[in-house]
Each structure stands twice: as C-alpha cells, then as structure tokens.
C-alpha cells in the first residue's frame, strides 16, 4: 500500500524568506509523486511533478522539488516568497499498477505573513 | 473554458434524503474520480473511473455510487445521506494516469 506523510501542517513564514514543505511517501515499488496547491474556496492546481529522469523538478510560480529515492522524499522549495503563495499545499503519490489510485498527503497550509 | 464542471456549489440535505452530485468535463478526458476532503485529512478518494462503462472503488466507497455512461459525464450519488458525509466534494479529471489532474470548484456537502 502506498502512504503519503507531510511532516508539517502548518507553515508560517514572512516574505521572501525561503520555504521548504515536507513530505515523505511509502511505497513497495516504483512511484509518481505530485505537489498540488489549493487556494482558499478553490479547487486544486498541479504544481510539478516527478514521473522520471532528472530527481529536481520545476514547477509553475517558481516552486520546485526533489525526489529522493534513498530518503523517500519529495520536499518542495521555492527560495523567496510572496503573500500571493498562501495557500495549502498536498503531496501526492501514485504508485506503478496502482491504477490511477492518487493518495494525497493531509496537506500543509503555507502563510506567508509580511 | 469550462475544464472540470460541479453542480451545484452548495447543498443542505438532511439525514436520509438522497442527491447527486454533478461533474461534466469538456476535455475528453478518459479518467475522473470524486474525491472528499474534510479538516486535517487531505483528499480521499471515493470512487474513480477510467472510461466509461468503467468504475472503481476508492478508498471511502461506502455509501455512495458512481456511473460513467459517457465519458463526459461522472455524477456521484449519495444514496442515504449522513451527517459524517458532510464535507467538500471535489471532482477530477485527466487525460492520462500519470498525467495532471484538473479539479472543480467543489461542492459543499452539509447533511443534518
């Protein structure tokens, strides 16, 4: 079975100061894993993703991540923030054969105070 | 551009009654799932499907059913409502399994 843990569900932190959101999966074989963001009253956008190749991985607003097979992470980083960036941020894994089975993490709400 | 299409936004039902939640997509997208998102617990899934004529269980099955007749269209119903399935609903879609999935806006679930 496949499991997602973020280690933080909250994370306040001020303007462009660096952010790290943590999260660390399990899972017996071979996985795709996906950071998605929510904004208040919103569905969820896809951030980036890591399916294979390189292990650090760009996505949209300047955020990026990088799996670590031998850790079982996928942190996600973005080096300065905005006010604009808060919002609640999930982790997501899908593992091979698991037939579109998304198990998303519980999620970590990022405040960006000024 | 509609993407993913949930009716309605807001729903009071009480105990017992029975609903169904609408989602259209206009993507031609072969997979979509309903997921329940509730405090502290992210998003679970409900129930999924890969084409239509085909469906699947998710993690939280119970208490509600799912059919694909076209590929456009994957409503979900509530069959005997409860207070524990209040919650906020959220309906997705995407072209492939590994490929980025579009959600609603959500529709939100109060059962008294």
């Known amino acids: 079975a496949q499991s997602v843990t973020q280690l933080d569900s909250q994370v306040p932190v001020f303007e462009e100061a660096p952010v790290e959101l943590r999260c660390n999966y399990s899972s017996s074989v071979s996985v795709y894993l996906f950071w998605y963001v929510q904004y208040p009253n919103q569905g969820l956008q896809l951030l980036l993703k890591y399916l294979s190749g390189s292990t650090l991985v760009k996505g949209i607003n300047g955020f990026e991540a990088e799996f670590n097979k031998s850790q079982t992470s996928f942190h996600l980083r973005k080096p300065s923030v905005h006010i604009s960036d808060t919002a609640e941020y999930f982790c997501a894994v899908m593992s091979g054969g698991s037939n579109y089975k998304l198990t998303f993490g519980k999620g970590t709400l990022l405040t960006v105070n000024p | 551009n509609a993407g993913v299409t949930q009716t309605p936004k807001f729903q009071v039902l009480k105990t017992g009654q029975s609903m169904t939640l609408q989602c259209a997509q206009d993507?031609?997208?072969?997979?979509m799932s309903w997921y329940r998102q509730d405090p502290g617990m992210g998003l679970r899934l409900i129930h999924y499907?890969?084409?239509?004529?085909?469906?699947d269980q998710g993690e939280v099955p119970n208490g509600y059913n799912v059919s694909r007749s076209t590929t456009e269209d994957f409503p979900l119903r509530l069959l005997s409502a409860a207070p524990s399935q209040t919650s906020v609903y959220f309906c997705?879609?995407?072209?492939?399994?590994?490929?980025?999935?579009?959600f609603g806006q959500g529709t939100r679930l109060t059962v008294v």
């Open positions: 499907s890969v084409g239509a004529g085909i469906t």
């Open positions: 997705a879609s995407s072209y492939s399994s590994v490929a980025e999935a579009f």
């Open positions: 993507m031609n997208h072969e997979y």
